[in-house]
């Protein structure tokens, strides 16, 4: 199972791709497995030395008791040191941001695809369009 954020693609051009796990609650690790998670919105930020995913919305699982979890609430990335340098590193150069682009299992352990992005003008993003109904007309 994979969700993917398709709005970061098309609003982004993605430079660098990094590979993180994420620490999660019972009750949020059992509405991924469900599905029922959305990317679209969030961010990635490095605060003292460490990432954090905001707003990823985990919805909240029906079955648990009153201990559920926030939907929204910041949810740390295990990522090495090295690499958390380097992102941030790179984000301080103007107009860059990490974005979530991916999450899925490996191994039975959610990890999130998170990337190195630099915001899309208004004509790169006409151009996209145009790409993909070309794509699509020439399927058929």
Known sequence: MEIKNKKAYFDYEILKEYEAGIALAGTEIKSVRKGAVSLKDSFAR????????????????????????????????????????????DLEQEGYSLIPLKMYFVKNKAKLLIGIAKGKKLYDKRESIKKRDLERQNRY
Do not use: G, T
């Open 46 to 89: 490095i605060k003292n030395n460490e990432a954090y995913v905001i707003n990823m919305y985990i919805e909240k699982y029906d079955e648990a008791s009153i201990f559920n979890h926030d939907p929204r609430r910041e949810r740390k990335l295990l990522l090495h040191k090295k690499e958390i340098l380097k992102i941030k590193k």
